[in-house]
């Protein structure tokens, strides 16, 4: 027996890693077998099929999905295409959250989509927190090498104990190794799923320079090709039920040496902001981080980056406020 089954673990791990992990053939599920309404009344739209989704921003409100389960670890994705035109103080946000389980010591894995004026592109930033960090963001902002206003493309989190990677495309653009120097900072409690779009009018694009402009509204992202391929973890329990495969995610979350390659071109091309490098808010680089002296000289010339209000995202109310705090400043 207990041979057999090591031999077996064996070939699922052989297997994992032959394949390079086969993510674009993860199953795809419907809105509703992953997801549920979080806020903004009939701002979310699920279509007939049930395949697809949309959420819009107006006047009145934002609005938001959540996950019908907690995750501990696993594959999360899902095909975005974001509003065109004139979106500045647009925030779209796909993202793993534990922050309404725990208020002072939560875990958050996010991707967050920075709309923009007219002519100018979106950008994307992503950011981890561990065990309530928000002292310390570890931020970092990219442009994408596609116009994401012009059709679906993917955006992926890969969560192990190990390792997170975030995915544009199967392109991995993003690695955090857990670390012992990171201690507690990497995220370790199961979350939720999330995606919301909301009024970042005092912070988004260049600093709060451009807010909203509710004369364009709506603004309507829209959402298809979910995937939520993780370890289930009961709310009272807190065991994970896991599915064979998502065991092994942490053996095969070990980019192959073409896919570093990739990554590494992604970010020197398109990374714009790094908080390894940001020596406004960390005289010394948080220890995680390897200072290249070529890109602190490239990622410098950059403006200093303005920062959402992390605390005011979660929460059905604190959604509404912020909605509301837009309409004002129109
Ligand atoms: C998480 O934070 C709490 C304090 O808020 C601390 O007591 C605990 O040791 C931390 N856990 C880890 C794994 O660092």
Request: aromatic letters at 16%.
């Given at each position: 027996m207990c041979s057999l089954s090591s031999m077996l673990v064996f070939m699922a791990l052989f297997a994992g890693l032959a394949s390079g992990f086969a993510l674009e053939k993860l199953h795809v599920i419907s809105f509703d077998e992953g997801y549920t309404h979080l806020f903004g009344d009939q701002n979310l739209v699920v279509r007939k099929d049930g395949k697809s989704a949309r959420l819009s921003l107006d006047e009145r409100t934002g609005s938001g999905f959540v996950s019908n389960d907690l995750y501990l670890h696993g594959f999360f994705s899902a095909k975005i295409k974001l509003p065109a035109d004139y979106t500045a103080g647009v925030v779209i946000a796909f993202y793993?959250?534990?922050?309404?389980?725990?208020?002072?010591?939560?875990?958050?894995?996010?991707?967050?989509?920075?709309?923009?004026?007219?002519?100018?592109?979106?950008?994307?930033?992503?950011?981890?927190?561990?065990?309530?960090?928000?002292?310390?963001?570890?931020?970092?902002?990219?442009?994408?090498?596609?116009?994401?206003?012009?059709?679906?493309?993917?955006?992926?989190?890969?969560?192990?104990?190990?390792?997170?990677?975030?995915?544009?495309?199967?392109?991995?653009?993003?690695?955090?190794?857990?670390?012992?120097?990171?201690?507690?900072?990497?995220?370790?409690?199961?979350?939720?799923?999330?995606?919301?779009?909301?009024?970042?009018?005092?912070?988004?694009?260049?600093?709060?320079?451009?807010?909203?402009?509710?004369?364009?509204?709506?603004?309507?992202?829209?959402?298809?090709?979910?995937?939520?391929?993780?370890?289930?973890?009961?709310?009272?329990?807190?065991?994970?039920?896991?599915?064979?495969?998502?065991?092994?995610?942490?053996?095969?979350?070990?980019?192959?040496?073409?896919?570093?390659?990739?990554?590494?071109?992604?970010?020197?091309?398109?990374?714009?902001?790094?908080?390894?490098?940001?020596?406004?808010r960390y005289k010394v680089a948080p220890p995680e981080c390897v200072v290249d002296p070529a890109e602190a000289k490239r990622l410098r010339v950059y403006d200093p980056v303005t920062f959402g209000d992390r605390g005011h995202r979660h929460g059905k109310s604190r959604h509404r406020n912020r909605a509301v705090s837009g309409s004002e400043a129109m």
């Open positions: 793993m959250s534990n922050g309404d389980m725990y208020e002072k010591n939560h875990d958050e894995i996010d991707f967050e989509f920075l709309g923009n004026i007219r002519g100018k592109e979106w950008r994307i930033q992503t950011n981890v927190y561990g065990n309530g960090s928000t002292h310390l963001g570890r931020e970092e902002r990219y442009n994408l090498w596609f116009d994401p206003t012009e059709d679906f493309h993917q955006y992926s989190i890969l969560w192990s104990d190990s390792h997170i990677i975030f995915y544009v495309d199967n392109v991995p653009i993003r690695e955090v190794k857990r670390s012992e120097s990171m201690g507690g900072d990497f995220p370790s409690k199961p979350m939720s799923l999330y995606s919301t779009i909301w009024d970042g009018s005092k912070w988004a694009t260049d600093g709060g320079k451009y807010g909203v402009n509710y004369k364009y509204a709506p603004y309507i992202a829209q959402f298809s090709e979910f995937v939520l391929h993780g370890c289930t973890v009961d709310p009272i329990e807190q065991f994970p039920t896991c599915d064979a495969s998502a065991e092994d995610l942490s053996h095969v979350a070990e980019l192959t040496s073409s896919q570093r390659r990739k990554m590494e071109n992604f970010r020197r091309k398109r990374m714009t902001y790094s908080y390894c490098y940001d020596q406004t």
